[in-house]
């Protein structure tokens, strides 16, 4: 009999741990962002409420836009599986501040627990063979805690596969998910400017 | 009129260059594909070449969320294949997104195949609630792009330009 996996939460306190305040985190749908919101709520978190699959290419276009700082996605194993080809676009623009963990529990957890098209896939093959040579798999919180810190200071991008127990009751949030106010708290915490302000430009 | 200010599409990459677009996310057609080459050729920006188009919007909210000023290049079938990160992404969160579509299936482009998309394209922005101009031939292309990014960054909302074989093709 194979041991339970972790939970999302305990991966997440883990995570918790190991960011610094130039960690940018972007989380996927559901309760991806509504347990990271009570575990680590912070400015530099960019949470998605919604737009499935889209997590990891929105924190690609981040992660090439602050060249400086570490920039973790949390997308699902579902969410993935809508947009695979991310994982091309990832190893071909390879991003060396890219770190991806992916929650492997194999159901469509946000959406009520459906099962996947395919729970036979190996993620992780399929991550090295786009080119994402620094995935490795997690099945224990020894092992992220021993495989997490690496993946955030190598030379990425990075990608770990993490064994989940599923959580399919949605999670209540820290605060009401308002995406414009998260949006502005976000950019505002990292000094992005706004372009073209028309009517007063000197 | 010299030669460089009558080759529309190199006028669009100098709109581009004076607004200070540093991201450019595309996913190809003919009409884009030396375009695409000669960002991919330019030091001041950076060009990442998507394998979808919803996957492409995504990327370029990203690169403006992290403050790079950023524009999406597709056909216009891509404006259909976006649809769901358009609205649940894009236009929730109000990210100014510049799309610059090649108008296939037009009626200045009247390719059997493209008709199709040609005939959804308005129709569907206009679904989605997405502002969007017709890039008019009598007018030079650059100042054209320059209001599309204003209105785009103003109205913290994507803005679509629809582009004729003549301004993009190169």
């Not at chain 2, 195949?113 to 030079?140: F, N």
Request: glycine share 8%.
């Amino acid at each position: 009999m194979s041991e339970s996996r972790p939970t999302r939460e305990a991966y997440y306190r883990v995570l918790a741990d190991c960011v610094s305040n130039e960690t940018l985190v972007v989380t996927s749908l559901g309760n991806a962002s509504y347990v990271w919101s009570n575990v680590c709520d912070r400015a530099e978190n960019f949470y998605l409420e919604d737009a499935m699959g889209l997590a990891l290419p929105l924190a690609l276009g981040l992660a090439v836009s602050q060249p400086r700082r570490r920039v973790v996605a949390v997308e699902g194993d579902g969410g993935l599986m809508m947009h695979l080809g991310t994982l091309i676009t990832v190893g071909s623009v390879a991003p060396r501040n890219l770190t991806i963990l992916l929650v492997n529990n194999n159901i469509h957890a946000a959406s009520g627990g459906q099962p996947l098209t395919s729970t036979e896939l190996d993620l992780a093959a399929l991550a090295r063979s786009a080119g994402i040579d620094g995935t490795e798999k997690v099945g224990s919180l020894d092992t992220f805690r021993t495989l997490l810190p690496p993946a955030l200071a190598d030379e990425g991008p990075t990608l770990l596969v993490l064994a989940t127990e599923p959580d399919i009751p949605p999670v209540k949030p820290a605060f009401p998910m308002n995406p414009p106010m998260m949006k502005q708290r976000f950019m505002d915490a990292i000094g992005v400017p706004r372009y073209v302000p028309a009517m007063f430009r000197t | 009129m010299n030669e460089e200010t009558s080759h529309r599409p190199s006028e669009l990459l100098a709109a581009l260059k004076r607004a200070g677009v540093s991201v450019v996310v595309s996913v190809p057609d003919s009409w884009i594909g030396v375009f695409m080459d000669r960002i991919d050729e330019d030091p001041d920006m950076t060009l990442i070449r998507a394998t979808h188009e919803e996957e492409a919007l995504s990327i370029s909210c990203g690169a403006r969320l992290g403050g790079a000023r950023t524009v999406l290049l597709i056909q216009n079938v891509g404006l259909l294949t976006t649809g769901a990160g358009m609205v649940c992404l894009a236009q929730r969160y109000q990210f100014p997104v510049l799309i610059l579509a090649s108008y296939r299936g037009s009626p200045r482009d009247p390719v059997f195949y493209h008709i199709p998309k040609g005939r959804a394209t308005e129709p569907v922005l206009r679904a989605y609630g997405v502002s969007y101009s017709v890039a008019e031939a009598d007018l030079p292309i650059g100042a054209q792009v320059e209001r599309a990014a204003t209105f785009a960054e103003e109205g913290s909302a994507p803005f679509v330009l629809l582009l004729d074989g003549e301004d993009i093709r190169w």
